[in-house]
T-cell receptor, first 108, second 113 residues
Framework: DAKTTQPPSMDCAEGRAANLPCNHS???????VYWYRQIHSQGPQYIIH???NNETNEMASLIITEDRKSSTLILPHATLRDTAVYYC?????????FGTGTRLQVFP | DVKVTQSSRYLVKRTGEKVFLECVQD?????MFWYRQDPGLGLRLIYF???????EKGDIPEGYSVSREKKERFSLILESASTNQTSMYLC????????????FGPGTRLTVL
C-alpha cells in the first residue's frame, strides 16, 4: 500500500501562505492523493484531491510533482480558523487510510 | 450541505454492555463508513457499506458489527463493550463508490468503564 509521510507540526502566520508537504514515494500510477483536515472536536473535512495535474478549489491548491512522489497543499492566506490537523492520503483499494497528519498552528 | 449526524456526542457504558452507535446522512449517499480515532493511531476503518444490507470489513472489525437496513442509516454495534473500545467513533458517507469525498459526522466519544 502506498504510504505518506508528513511533518508532525508546522506554524504559519495569519495572512501568509501555508505550504504543507507530503511524501508518497511508493504511489502507483492510478492512485489519487487526497487531503483532509480535522479541526479540534470535529470530524475530518475534505479539502481537495488530485491525480497528476495541479488542482485548485475555493479552499486550497494542490501541487503534485511530475514524478508524483510528493505533493504540497497550499492555503494561500491562512486564517486562525485554518488551525487543524491536515491529512495527506493516498487512495488505496477504495479506502482512505488516514495517518497522523500535520498539525498546523496559525498564529496572529 | 450534506449533513451527517451521530446519535450522541458523549457516551459512557460499562464493560459487557451492548452498545449501539447510530449514524444518519441526509443526502442519499450510497456509501457509509465507521472509523475509530485514537491518539497516535489516526483514523482506522472499522466497517463500511456500499448499499443497503451490504457491509464489508475494514481494517479493525474485531469486536464490532454493523447494520444498514435503510440507505440513510448505518449503525455500529459493540456486542459486549470492552475498555479497549474506549475511543472517538466517526461516521462518514460519500456519494458513489469511487468518489471518496467523504463527509464526516461530529463523532461520538465513547468511554467504557
Amino acid at each position: 500500500d502506498a504510504k505518506t509521510t508528513q511533518p508532525p507540526s508546522m506554524d504559519c502566520a495569519e495572512g501568509r501562505a501555508a505550504n504543507l508537504p507530503c511524501n508518497h514515494s511508493t504511489i502507483s500510477g492510478n492512485e489519487y492523493v487526497y487531503w483532509y483536515r480535522q479541526i479540534h472536536s470535529q470530524g475530518p473535512q475534505y479539502i481537495i484531491h488530485g491525480l497528476k495535474n495541479n488542482e485548485t478549489n475555493e479552499m486550497a491548491s494542490l501541487i503534485i510533482t511530475e514524478d508524483r512522489k510528493s505533493s504540497t497543499l497550499i492555503l494561500p492566506h491562512a486564517t486562525l480558523r485554518d488551525t487543524a490537523v491536515y491529512y495527506c492520503i493516498v487512495l488505496t483499494s477504495d479506502k482512505l487510510i488516514f495517518g497522523t497528519g500535520t498539525r498546523l498552528q496559525v498564529f496572529p | 450541505d450534506v449533513k451527517v449526524t451521530q446519535s450522541s456526542r458523549y457516551l459512557v457504558k460499562r464493560t459487557g454492555e451492548k452498545v449501539f452507535l447510530e449514524c444518519v446522512q441526509d443526502m442519499d449517499h450510497e456509501n457509509m463508513f465507521w472509523y475509530r480515532q485514537d491518539p497516535g493511531l489516526g483514523l482506522r476503518l472499522i466497517y463500511f457499506s456500499y448499499d443497503v444490507k451490504m457491509k464489508e470489513k475494514g481494517d479493525i472489525p474485531e469486536g464490532y458489527s454493523v447494520s444498514r437496513e435503510k440507505k440513510e442509516r448505518f449503525s455500529l454495534i459493540l456486542e459486549s463493550a470492552s475498555t479497549n473500545q474506549t475511543s472517538m467513533y466517526l461516521c462518514a458517507s460519500s456519494l458513489v463508490r469511487d468518489y471518496n469525498e467523504q463527509f464526516f459526522g461530529p463523532g461520538t466519544r465513547l468511554t467504557v468503564l
